[in-house]
Protein backbone atom coordinates (compact mmCIF):
# COMPACT_ATOMS: atom_id res chain seq x y z
CA UNK A 1 0.00 0.00 0.00
CA UNK A 2 1.44 3.46 -0.31
CA UNK A 3 0.61 6.93 1.97
CA UNK A 4 -2.16 8.57 1.31
CA UNK A 5 -1.32 12.22 2.44
CA UNK A 6 0.92 14.51 0.14
CA UNK A 7 4.64 15.11 0.94
CA UNK A 8 5.94 18.70 -0.47
CA UNK A 9 8.85 17.62 -3.44
CA UNK A 10 12.42 18.03 -1.94
CA UNK A 11 12.58 20.32 -5.02
CA UNK A 12 10.07 23.09 -3.68
CA UNK A 13 11.61 22.83 -0.22
CA UNK A 14 15.15 23.77 -2.11
CA UNK A 15 13.06 26.46 -3.69
CA UNK A 16 12.51 27.72 -0.41
CA UNK A 17 16.07 27.95 1.08
CA UNK A 18 16.68 29.63 -2.41
CA UNK A 19 14.46 32.42 -1.20
CA UNK A 20 16.49 32.59 2.46
CA UNK A 21 19.21 32.99 0.53
CA UNK A 22 18.45 35.57 -1.92
CA UNK A 23 16.90 38.15 1.71
CA UNK A 24 20.04 37.05 3.20
CA UNK A 25 22.29 39.01 0.71
CA UNK A 26 19.95 41.59 0.75
CA UNK A 27 20.13 41.79 4.40
CA UNK A 28 23.76 41.56 4.32
CA UNK A 29 23.54 45.05 2.19
CA UNK A 30 21.78 46.66 5.43
CA UNK A 31 24.06 48.72 7.62
CA UNK A 32 22.51 46.95 10.78
CA UNK A 33 21.98 43.48 10.85
CA UNK A 34 17.84 43.09 10.59
CA UNK A 35 16.41 41.66 13.86
CA UNK A 36 12.86 39.35 13.84
CA UNK A 37 10.95 38.51 16.75
CA UNK A 38 8.44 35.41 17.24
CA UNK A 39 5.64 35.70 19.43
CA UNK A 40 3.32 32.46 19.85
CA UNK A 41 0.76 31.47 21.46
CA UNK A 42 -1.25 28.10 22.40
CA UNK A 43 -0.19 24.72 22.26
CA UNK A 44 3.13 22.62 22.19
CA UNK A 45 2.77 22.53 17.80
CA UNK A 46 2.47 26.09 17.83
CA UNK A 47 6.23 26.58 20.08
CA UNK A 48 7.42 23.83 17.79
CA UNK A 49 6.34 25.47 14.34
CA UNK A 50 7.65 28.72 15.81
CA UNK A 51 10.85 27.02 16.36
CA UNK A 52 10.94 26.71 12.45
CA UNK A 53 10.14 30.06 11.54
CA UNK A 54 12.89 31.17 13.40
CA UNK A 55 15.40 28.63 11.83
CA UNK A 56 13.71 30.30 8.18
CA UNK A 57 14.49 34.10 9.85
CA UNK A 58 18.10 32.99 10.46
CA UNK A 59 18.67 31.44 7.22
CA UNK A 60 17.17 34.64 6.25
CA UNK A 61 19.62 36.21 7.42
CA UNK A 62 17.35 38.32 10.35
CA UNK A 63 18.98 38.21 14.07
CA UNK A 64 16.18 36.84 16.51
CA UNK A 65 15.27 38.81 19.40
CA UNK A 66 12.89 39.11 22.06
CA UNK A 67 11.07 42.21 21.93
CA UNK A 68 8.85 42.85 18.97
CA UNK A 69 9.93 47.06 20.16
CA UNK A 70 12.03 47.90 16.87
CA UNK A 71 12.09 44.56 14.98
CA UNK A 72 12.03 44.45 11.33
CA UNK A 73 10.18 41.96 10.96
CA UNK A 74 7.61 40.97 13.93
CA UNK A 75 5.61 37.47 13.29
CA UNK A 76 2.85 36.39 15.62
CA UNK A 77 2.06 32.89 15.77
CA UNK A 78 -1.62 32.53 16.98
CA UNK A 79 -3.93 30.21 18.35
CA UNK A 80 -7.92 29.88 17.95
CA UNK A 81 -8.82 27.25 20.72
CA UNK A 82 -11.43 29.69 22.94
CA UNK A 83 -12.07 33.13 22.66
CA UNK A 84 -9.86 34.24 25.20
CA UNK A 85 -6.78 32.85 23.00
CA UNK A 86 -8.24 35.12 20.23
CA UNK A 87 -9.06 38.40 22.07
CA UNK A 88 -5.33 38.53 23.72
CA UNK A 89 -3.57 38.17 20.20
CA UNK A 90 -6.02 41.13 18.64
CA UNK A 91 -5.20 43.01 21.28
CA UNK A 92 -1.61 42.87 21.04
CA UNK A 93 -1.52 42.94 17.21
CA UNK A 94 -3.62 46.22 17.29
CA UNK A 95 -1.03 47.59 19.70
CA UNK A 96 1.53 47.08 17.28
CA UNK A 97 0.50 49.74 15.34
CA UNK A 98 2.36 52.34 17.24
CA UNK A 99 5.94 50.35 16.93
CA UNK A 100 5.03 50.52 13.24
CA UNK A 101 4.32 53.94 12.99
CA UNK A 102 7.72 54.68 14.21
CA UNK A 103 9.38 52.45 11.92
CA UNK A 104 7.18 52.14 8.65
CA UNK A 105 9.73 49.64 7.33
CA UNK A 106 8.95 47.10 9.64
CA UNK A 107 6.91 43.96 8.24
CA UNK A 108 4.23 42.39 10.84
CA UNK A 109 2.91 38.64 9.84
CA UNK A 110 0.35 36.82 11.36
CA UNK A 111 0.24 33.31 11.37
CA UNK A 112 -1.05 30.04 12.67
CA UNK A 113 -4.38 28.71 13.53
CA UNK A 114 -6.48 32.04 13.68
CA UNK A 115 -5.12 32.95 10.06
CA UNK A 116 -6.78 30.18 9.19
CA UNK A 117 -10.60 31.27 9.86
CA UNK A 118 -12.56 33.09 7.33
CA UNK A 119 -13.80 35.71 9.72
CA UNK A 120 -10.25 36.71 11.30
CA UNK A 121 -8.58 37.25 7.85
CA UNK A 122 -11.53 39.38 6.91
CA UNK A 123 -11.61 41.54 9.96
CA UNK A 124 -7.50 41.67 9.26
CA UNK A 125 -8.08 42.77 5.61
CA UNK A 126 -10.61 45.65 6.80
CA UNK A 127 -9.65 46.91 10.21
CA UNK A 128 -5.93 45.88 10.73
CA UNK A 129 -4.02 47.55 8.17
CA UNK A 130 -0.67 47.12 9.30
CA UNK A 131 -0.42 43.39 8.93
CA UNK A 132 1.60 42.96 5.98
CA UNK A 133 1.23 38.96 6.02
CA UNK A 134 -0.97 36.38 6.67
CA UNK A 135 -0.72 33.14 6.36
CA UNK A 136 -2.20 29.43 8.04
CA UNK A 137 -0.30 26.43 9.28
CA UNK A 138 -0.83 24.62 6.00
CA UNK A 139 1.28 26.85 4.38
CA UNK A 140 4.45 27.25 6.91
CA UNK A 141 7.08 26.44 4.62
CA UNK A 142 6.46 28.38 2.03
CA UNK A 143 7.42 30.85 4.70
CA UNK A 144 10.11 32.08 2.86
CA UNK A 145 8.40 32.88 0.08
CA UNK A 146 5.29 34.82 1.09
CA UNK A 147 7.73 37.21 3.01
CA UNK A 148 10.10 37.65 -0.24
CA UNK A 149 6.73 39.00 -1.89
CA UNK A 150 6.26 41.04 0.85
CA UNK A 151 9.85 42.41 1.16
CA UNK A 152 10.39 43.05 -2.52
CA UNK A 153 6.96 44.42 -3.70
CA UNK A 154 5.94 46.05 -0.30
CA UNK A 155 2.04 44.96 -1.05
CA UNK A 156 0.15 43.01 1.52
CA UNK A 157 -0.03 39.36 0.97
CA UNK A 158 -2.75 37.36 2.20
CA UNK A 159 -2.54 33.05 2.09
CA UNK A 160 -4.95 31.19 3.46
CA UNK A 161 -4.54 27.91 2.03
CA UNK A 162 -7.56 25.74 2.57
CA UNK A 163 -5.94 22.57 1.55
CA UNK A 164 -5.53 19.48 3.69
CA UNK A 165 -2.30 19.90 4.40
CA UNK A 166 1.19 18.26 3.46
CA UNK A 167 4.36 16.93 5.08
CA UNK A 168 7.39 19.37 4.43
CA UNK A 169 10.87 17.97 5.59
CA UNK A 170 14.07 19.72 5.63
CA UNK A 171 12.61 22.67 7.17
CA UNK A 172 15.54 24.48 9.11
CA UNK A 173 14.88 24.83 12.72
CA UNK A 174 16.13 27.22 15.68
CA UNK A 175 15.49 25.46 18.55
CA UNK A 176 14.62 27.54 21.54
CA UNK A 177 16.06 25.29 24.59
CA UNK A 178 18.97 23.19 24.60
CA UNK A 179 17.90 20.17 27.07
CA UNK A 180 14.11 19.70 25.91
CA UNK A 181 13.17 19.47 22.53
CA UNK A 182 9.76 19.01 20.63
CA UNK A 183 9.75 16.85 17.55
CA UNK A 184 6.42 16.90 15.61
CA UNK A 185 5.68 13.28 14.25
CA UNK A 186 2.56 14.33 12.59
CA UNK A 187 0.21 17.43 11.91
CA UNK A 188 -4.04 18.11 11.73
CA UNK A 189 -6.89 15.80 12.81
CA UNK A 190 -9.37 13.80 11.74
CA UNK A 191 -11.70 14.04 14.88
CA UNK A 192 -13.83 17.01 14.66
CA UNK A 193 -14.90 16.56 17.86
CA UNK A 194 -18.29 19.06 17.94
CA UNK A 195 -16.70 22.14 20.01
CA UNK A 196 -12.91 22.32 18.45
CA UNK A 197 -11.75 24.67 16.11
CA UNK A 198 -8.61 22.29 14.97
CA UNK A 199 -9.79 20.05 12.09
CA UNK A 200 -10.99 23.58 10.68
CA UNK A 201 -7.67 24.82 10.92
CA UNK A 202 -4.93 22.23 10.71
CA UNK A 203 -5.60 20.13 7.99
CA UNK A 204 -5.97 16.21 7.90
CA UNK A 205 -4.03 13.91 9.66
CA UNK A 206 -1.32 13.06 7.97
CA UNK A 207 2.08 11.53 9.18
CA UNK A 208 6.32 12.03 8.95
CA UNK A 209 7.70 9.00 7.61
CA UNK A 210 9.36 7.61 10.92
CA UNK A 211 12.90 7.27 9.09
CA UNK A 212 12.78 11.17 9.27
CA UNK A 213 11.22 11.38 12.52
CA UNK A 214 13.89 8.74 14.18
CA UNK A 215 16.92 10.32 12.60
CA UNK A 216 15.78 14.03 14.09
CA UNK A 217 15.51 12.28 17.70
CA UNK A 218 18.84 10.41 17.15
CA UNK A 219 20.34 13.78 15.90
CA UNK A 220 18.69 15.62 19.05
CA UNK A 221 20.40 12.68 21.59
CA UNK A 222 23.75 13.60 19.59
CA UNK A 223 23.40 17.05 20.76
CA UNK A 224 22.55 16.02 23.95
CA UNK A 225 18.69 16.91 24.61
CA UNK A 226 17.86 14.76 27.52
CA UNK A 227 14.08 15.03 26.95
CA UNK A 228 12.20 14.52 23.98
CA UNK A 229 8.71 15.28 23.35
CA UNK A 230 6.54 13.71 20.41
CA UNK A 231 4.02 16.06 19.08
CA UNK A 232 0.65 15.41 17.42
CA UNK A 233 -3.15 16.33 17.65
CA UNK A 234 -3.57 12.75 17.96
CA UNK A 235 -0.14 10.57 18.22
CA UNK A 236 -2.25 7.61 18.77
CA UNK A 237 -3.47 7.53 15.16
CA UNK A 238 0.37 8.14 13.92
CA UNK A 239 1.14 5.96 10.68
CA UNK A 240 -2.36 5.41 9.79
CA UNK A 241 -1.91 7.27 6.16
CA UNK A 242 1.46 5.84 5.34
CA UNK A 243 0.40 2.03 4.22
CA UNK A 244 2.88 0.58 5.90
CA UNK A 245 1.70 -0.51 9.02
CA UNK A 246 3.32 1.44 10.67
CA UNK A 247 1.69 2.72 14.00
CA UNK A 248 2.84 4.65 17.29
CA UNK A 249 3.34 2.14 19.65
CA UNK A 250 6.13 0.59 17.25
CA UNK A 251 7.15 4.27 16.72
CA UNK A 252 8.24 4.92 20.96
CA UNK A 253 9.40 1.05 20.53
CA UNK A 254 12.09 2.18 17.47
CA UNK A 255 12.35 5.68 19.71
CA UNK A 256 13.17 3.67 22.53
CA UNK A 257 15.78 1.27 20.86
CA UNK A 258 17.92 5.21 20.28
CA UNK A 259 21.16 4.65 22.62
CA UNK A 260 21.65 7.24 24.92
CA UNK A 261 20.08 8.92 28.08
CA UNK A 262 17.33 10.71 27.48
CA UNK A 263 13.32 10.57 28.13
CA UNK A 264 10.71 10.43 25.61
CA UNK A 265 6.92 11.61 26.38
CA UNK A 266 4.17 12.48 23.58
CA UNK A 267 1.25 14.19 23.32
CA UNK A 268 -1.86 14.39 22.61
CA UNK A 269 -3.39 11.30 23.12
CA UNK A 270 -6.81 10.65 22.17
CA UNK A 271 -9.08 7.88 24.72
CA UNK A 272 -10.30 6.16 21.83
CA UNK A 273 -7.05 5.00 20.10
CA UNK A 274 -5.04 4.31 23.17
CA UNK A 275 -5.15 0.87 22.95
CA UNK A 276 -3.35 -1.71 25.45
CA UNK A 277 -0.78 -2.67 22.78
CA UNK A 278 -0.02 1.23 23.66
CA UNK A 279 0.09 0.89 27.48
CA UNK A 280 2.58 -2.72 27.45
CA UNK A 281 4.58 -0.30 25.45
CA UNK A 282 4.89 2.14 27.83
CA UNK A 283 5.46 -0.30 30.18
CA UNK A 284 8.23 -2.14 28.30
CA UNK A 285 10.40 0.80 27.19
CA UNK A 286 12.64 2.54 29.98
CA UNK A 287 13.24 5.44 28.25
CA UNK A 288 9.43 6.25 27.92
CA UNK A 289 8.77 8.57 30.55
CA UNK A 290 6.20 7.23 32.65
CA UNK A 291 3.11 9.67 32.63
CA UNK A 292 0.39 10.39 29.94
CA UNK A 293 -1.68 12.96 28.87
CA UNK A 294 -5.14 11.46 28.08
CA UNK A 295 -7.65 14.19 27.72
CA UNK A 296 -11.52 12.83 29.16
CA UNK A 297 -13.47 16.25 28.14
CA UNK A 298 -16.38 15.18 30.60
CA UNK A 299 -17.26 12.91 32.72
CA UNK A 300 -20.90 12.33 31.21
CA UNK A 301 -22.00 9.55 28.45
CA UNK A 302 -24.30 11.68 27.16
CA UNK A 303 -22.43 15.07 26.95
CA UNK A 304 -19.31 12.88 25.66
CA UNK A 305 -21.88 11.45 22.52
CA UNK A 306 -22.78 15.45 22.02
CA UNK A 307 -19.22 16.40 21.77
CA UNK A 308 -18.20 13.10 19.38
CA UNK A 309 -15.70 11.91 21.50
CA UNK A 310 -15.76 8.26 20.07
CA UNK A 311 -16.48 6.77 23.52
CA UNK A 312 -18.22 6.78 27.07
CA UNK A 313 -17.48 7.35 30.71
CA UNK A 314 -16.99 4.02 31.15
CA UNK A 315 -15.42 2.63 28.20
CA UNK A 316 -12.31 5.79 29.64
CA UNK A 317 -12.57 4.02 33.26
CA UNK A 318 -11.86 1.12 31.70
CA UNK A 319 -8.81 2.54 29.87
CA UNK A 320 -6.88 4.05 32.51
CA UNK A 321 -7.85 0.42 34.43
CA UNK A 322 -6.02 -1.32 31.70
CA UNK A 323 -3.29 1.28 31.97
CA UNK A 324 -2.80 1.46 35.77
CA UNK A 325 -2.21 -2.31 35.65
CA UNK A 326 0.03 -2.25 33.47
CA UNK A 327 1.94 0.93 34.67
CA UNK A 328 1.04 1.12 38.16
CA UNK A 329 2.59 4.18 38.80
CA UNK A 330 1.71 6.26 36.12
CA UNK A 331 1.80 10.33 36.54
CA UNK A 332 -1.75 11.47 34.83
CA UNK A 333 -2.60 14.36 33.46
CA UNK A 334 -6.31 15.13 31.59
CA UNK A 335 -8.28 18.09 29.93
CA UNK A 336 -11.89 18.68 31.08
CA UNK A 337 -14.27 20.99 29.40
CA UNK A 338 -17.03 22.79 31.98
CA UNK A 339 -20.14 23.83 30.43
CA UNK A 340 -20.75 21.96 27.01
CA UNK A 341 -23.79 23.29 25.57
CA UNK A 342 -26.80 22.28 27.55
CA UNK A 343 -24.25 20.72 30.05
CA UNK A 344 -26.49 20.21 33.30
CA UNK A 345 -25.45 20.82 36.79
CA UNK A 346 -26.34 16.55 37.10
CA UNK A 347 -24.15 16.08 34.30
CA UNK A 348 -21.12 17.99 35.64
CA UNK A 349 -21.61 16.43 38.55
CA UNK A 350 -20.26 13.12 36.98
CA UNK A 351 -17.41 14.85 35.45
CA UNK A 352 -16.84 15.83 39.55
CA UNK A 353 -16.78 11.79 40.35
CA UNK A 354 -15.09 11.03 37.43
CA UNK A 355 -11.78 13.26 38.68
CA UNK A 356 -12.48 11.90 42.30
CA UNK A 357 -12.60 7.88 40.84
CA UNK A 358 -9.55 8.65 38.55
CA UNK A 359 -7.57 10.85 40.90
CA UNK A 360 -5.50 12.78 38.26
CA UNK A 361 -2.63 14.23 38.90
CA UNK A 362 -3.08 17.46 37.40
CA UNK A 363 -6.04 19.12 35.18
CA UNK A 364 -6.31 21.63 32.36
CA UNK A 365 -9.71 22.73 33.05
CA UNK A 366 -11.40 25.01 30.46
CA UNK A 367 -14.69 26.41 30.50
CA UNK A 368 -16.41 26.16 27.08
CA UNK A 369 -15.97 28.68 24.28
CA UNK A 370 -17.93 28.78 21.41
CA UNK A 371 -15.86 28.17 17.85
CA UNK A 372 -17.21 29.60 15.19
CA UNK A 373 -17.87 26.90 12.42
CA UNK A 374 -18.12 24.11 14.82
CA UNK A 375 -20.95 22.00 15.55
CA UNK A 376 -21.62 22.99 18.91
CA UNK A 377 -21.70 26.86 18.57
CA UNK A 378 -24.83 25.81 16.84
CA UNK A 379 -26.51 24.14 19.47
CA UNK A 380 -28.78 25.97 22.24
CA UNK A 381 -27.03 26.45 25.64
CA UNK A 382 -29.67 27.32 28.25
CA UNK A 383 -27.23 28.03 31.06
CA UNK A 384 -25.00 31.56 32.05
CA UNK A 385 -21.43 32.04 32.03
CA UNK A 386 -22.19 32.68 35.72
CA UNK A 387 -23.58 29.17 36.25
CA UNK A 388 -20.29 27.57 34.58
CA UNK A 389 -18.61 29.61 36.46
CA UNK A 390 -19.72 27.59 39.50
CA UNK A 391 -19.31 24.67 38.32
CA UNK A 392 -15.76 25.36 37.57
CA UNK A 393 -14.57 26.63 40.56
CA UNK A 394 -16.28 23.58 42.57
CA UNK A 395 -13.69 21.32 40.07
CA UNK A 396 -10.63 23.26 40.19
CA UNK A 397 -11.16 23.08 44.21
CA UNK A 398 -11.84 19.50 44.33
CA UNK A 399 -9.00 18.82 41.86
CA UNK A 400 -6.52 20.91 44.03
CA UNK A 401 -7.09 19.05 46.64
CA UNK A 402 -6.10 15.86 44.90
CA UNK A 403 -3.09 17.39 43.04
CA UNK A 404 -1.58 18.21 46.67
CA UNK A 405 -2.64 14.85 47.89
CA UNK A 406 -0.80 13.23 45.12
CA UNK A 407 2.05 15.47 45.83
CA UNK A 408 1.90 14.83 49.37
CA UNK A 409 2.63 10.91 48.94
CA UNK A 410 6.06 11.61 47.09
CA UNK A 411 7.40 13.36 50.41
CA UNK A 412 10.51 11.03 51.44
CA UNK A 413 10.61 9.31 48.35
CA UNK A 414 13.77 9.97 45.84
CA UNK A 415 13.03 10.49 42.44
CA UNK A 416 15.43 10.98 39.30
CA UNK A 417 15.17 14.31 38.33
CA UNK A 418 16.57 15.97 34.85
CA UNK A 419 17.83 18.98 36.57
CA UNK A 420 16.42 21.58 33.74
CA UNK A 421 17.08 25.33 35.07
CA UNK A 422 18.01 27.89 37.32
CA UNK A 423 14.87 29.07 39.97
CA UNK A 424 12.95 31.75 40.60
CA UNK A 425 13.66 32.34 44.00
CA UNK A 426 16.82 32.37 45.61
CA UNK A 427 15.95 29.62 48.25
CA UNK A 428 15.70 27.45 45.67
CA UNK A 429 18.26 28.04 42.83
CA UNK A 430 17.54 24.85 40.28
CA UNK A 431 14.44 23.68 38.92
CA UNK A 432 14.24 19.72 38.08
CA UNK A 433 11.28 17.49 36.38
CA UNK A 434 10.83 13.80 37.60
CA UNK A 435 10.49 11.15 34.80
CA UNK A 436 6.30 11.83 35.08
CA UNK A 437 7.35 16.03 34.82
CA UNK A 438 6.28 16.83 38.26
CA UNK A 439 8.03 20.64 38.55
CA UNK A 440 10.62 19.78 41.81
CA UNK A 441 12.32 23.10 42.93
CA UNK A 442 15.64 22.84 45.25
CA UNK A 443 19.01 23.99 45.63
CA UNK A 444 22.64 23.29 43.96
CA UNK A 445 25.13 24.47 41.60
CA UNK A 446 24.23 25.32 38.33
CA UNK A 447 26.60 23.18 36.81
CA UNK A 448 24.24 20.59 37.54
CA UNK A 449 22.13 21.80 34.64
CA UNK A 450 21.21 19.42 32.41
CA UNK A 451 22.33 16.13 34.70
CA UNK A 452 19.57 13.58 35.55
CA UNK A 453 19.97 13.29 39.05
CA UNK A 454 18.25 11.70 42.66
CA UNK A 455 16.53 14.20 44.65
CA UNK A 456 15.04 13.52 47.76
CA UNK A 457 11.48 15.12 48.08
CA UNK A 458 11.13 16.95 51.44
CA UNK A 459 7.98 18.83 51.20
CA UNK A 460 5.77 19.99 48.55
CA UNK A 461 2.52 22.68 47.53
CA UNK A 462 -0.46 22.26 45.27
CA UNK A 463 1.61 22.98 42.03
CA UNK A 464 5.50 21.80 42.81
CA UNK A 465 7.60 19.25 44.74
CA UNK A 466 10.33 20.86 47.05
CA UNK A 467 13.64 18.35 47.33
CA UNK A 468 16.94 18.09 48.08
CA UNK A 469 20.58 16.78 45.98
CA UNK A 470 21.19 13.24 47.12
N1 LIG B 1 -13.81 25.49 24.39
C1 LIG B 1 -13.14 25.17 25.52
N2 LIG B 1 -12.11 24.31 25.54
C2 LIG B 1 -11.73 23.75 24.36
N3 LIG B 1 -10.76 22.87 24.06
C3 LIG B 1 -10.79 22.64 22.75
N4 LIG B 1 -11.78 23.35 22.16
C4 LIG B 1 -12.38 24.05 23.15
C5 LIG B 1 -13.47 24.96 23.19
N5 LIG B 1 -14.15 25.30 22.10
C6 LIG B 1 -9.89 22.27 25.07
C7 LIG B 1 -9.99 20.75 25.10
C8 LIG B 1 -8.71 20.33 24.46
C9 LIG B 1 -7.77 21.42 24.90
C10 LIG B 1 -6.52 21.54 24.11
O1 LIG B 1 -8.55 22.60 24.77
O2 LIG B 1 -10.06 20.34 26.43
O3 LIG B 1 -8.28 19.05 24.89
FE1 LIG C 1 -9.75 19.05 18.72
FE2 LIG C 1 -10.76 16.60 19.24
FE3 LIG C 1 -8.88 16.90 17.32
FE4 LIG C 1 -8.21 17.20 19.91
S1 LIG C 1 -8.96 15.29 18.95
S2 LIG C 1 -7.62 18.55 18.20
S3 LIG C 1 -10.07 18.13 20.79
S4 LIG C 1 -10.94 17.73 17.29
Sequence with gaps: MERTTAVIPAEDIQRQTKYCAEIKV????RQVPPMAYVDTYGCQQNEADSELIRGMLADMGYEITDTSDGADVIVINTCAIREHAEQRVFGNVGALIHGKRKKPGQIICLCGCMAQEAHVAERLRQSYRHVDLLFGPQ?????????????????????????DGAIAEGLPVRRSGKLKAWVSIMYGCNNFCSYCIVPYVRGRERSREPEAILNEIETLVGQGYKDI??????????GMDLGSGMDFPTLLERTNAIPGDFLIRFMTS??????DRLFDVM????????CLHLPFQSGNSRVLRAMNRG???????????????????????????????G????????????????????????????????????????????????????????QNQISLEKHQAYIGTVQRCLIDGAGDDPRSSLKARTAGNRLVHLNGDSALIGQFRDVRITHCSTFALFGELI
Design 26 to 29: LNQQ
Design 139 to 163: ALWRFPELLRRVYLRRGRVFDVDAS
Design 229 to 238: TLLGQNVNSY
Design 270 to 275: HPKDAT
Design 283 to 290: RNCERVAP
Design 311 to 341: YSREEYLDKIQALRERVPHIVLTSDVIVGFP
Design 343 to 398: ETTREFEDTLSLIQEVRFDALFTFIYSPREGTPAAKLDDPFTREEKQVNFDRLVEV
